[in-house]
């Protein structure tokens, strides 16, 4: 696949820790803070709101790199990714995840998802973020197995000699969770902040019916459903084995997963981060359907999966570990057989409070914390730009700045924050933007210069860390 590069890499001697002095201010270009936003004229969508909240954050940081980069980061998904109209009187917005011309359901809520609390202050970004939840649901309904999608419902993908059930308008047919979970988070909190229902239209119920027909076909509890995929390639992690149907799963009442968050194939299909998010999904997804007062039935066939899924969790989730005790696994296959690890790629274990609020006191989850951020995690890097967990996505050493990012979002230490903050700092290379993933030892050494759902989530932790610990940004 060609990923064209966004801006050229620039090596960056070691960026400055927090405490260090600045030689510029931002809003005057300079060598150390180079203009590296794309120019207004060139913007796909501007929105008041946004630009008010940079201008005060900006002008609020004492640190004038973690300022500048939240000014080039916070705004690079409606910089340069977003596609609006309005599409039979109904607002449409397809999101592209950066440099590969394709929406993934994923992605696109989460890239617009800090935008969220400004919507009642810019009626253009509301309809944006409206447009988004329209556009998903006619995704949803041309496939909900599928994971990402083209804005021309006839386009063929490069993809489409995968065997699986592929179509005209999606770009890819992996199968995951998350991909069903993540545009109802979005129209749920959509929904809470604007108390707009016009985006939970017939359609969008249909979908939600989808939805949960799809999650209880792959809990797979007679047979192995409808679903199966294979690709003709060198790379273990873009296939599925034993004819496209994985590795054998005993059912228990978890959904099965055929790919991760990051893409990748499970290794054992009941992903246990995916199945915490699908359960607090379902719970938002009830909540939707009875302010639009939905089928009865469909309600309950969700408040039914909910539970079972829940259930499930509860009884097969967590494995003792001899130096953690009782900790979540990554991966399970209902035979006894448990992968442990994590991913950087969200939803992963580490994040299970950013999606699940309920889940970030509990004792358990802190012990999976424990064991995520050490050396027995096979994907948690250390070295001298800085530590945090990876995946086999990008291969082995290269840390991702989306699990830095997230460890500092769920963490209540201010060391831990200021930590997290010294190292994105030290890992942009330059370039004032977050990457997919850097070598831990040579920040300049990185993948994918153009990759908006790292960027927009950097511009929402800094925001988080200027409302409520603003003396780390000093």
Partial sequence: MNRRRFISAASMAGAALLTAPYVSVLGAASDAFPVVRIAPGKRKFTSTAVEQLIAEVTAGIGNKEIAWMFANCFPNTLDTTVDFSIENGRPDTYVITGDIDAMWLRD???????????????????????????????????????????????KESEWKSDVTDMKPGIHERKWEIDSLCYPIRLAWGYWKETGDTSVLSKEWVSAMKLVVQTFSEQQRMSGKGPYSFMRRTEFATDSVPLRGYGYPARPNGLICSMFRPSDDATVYPYLIPSNFFAVESLRQMEELLLAVKAPQELIKDSVSLRTEVEEALQEHAVVNHKSYGSIYAFE???????????????????????LVPSMAEGNIYKATRSFILSSDNPFFFSGSVGDGVGGPHVGMDYIWPMSIIMRGIT????????NCLSVLQRCHAGTGFMHEAFLKDDASKYTRSWFAWANTLFGEFIWKVYRERPHLLS
């Avoid at 973020?129 to 006839?154: M, S, W």
């Avoid at 399970?332 to 950013?354: E, F, K, R, T």
């Avoid at 963490?411 to 200021?418: H, K, L, Q, R």
């Fill in 108 to 154: 696109s809520s989460a890239q617009v998802w800090p935008y969220i609390p400004l919507c009642s202050k810019d009626d253009k970004l509301k309809q944006l973020i409206a447009g988004v939840i329209n556009r998903q649901t006619k995704c949803i309904l041309i496939d909900p197995y599928a994971n990402a999608f083209y804005k021309n419902e006839h």
């Fill in 411 to 418: 963490s209540n230490d201010d060391i831990e924050i200021a």
């Fill in 332 to 354: 399970i296959n209902g035979y006894g057989s448990v992968n442990l690890m994590d991913d950087a790629n969200i939803p992963s274990l580490l994040a299970l409070p950013y």
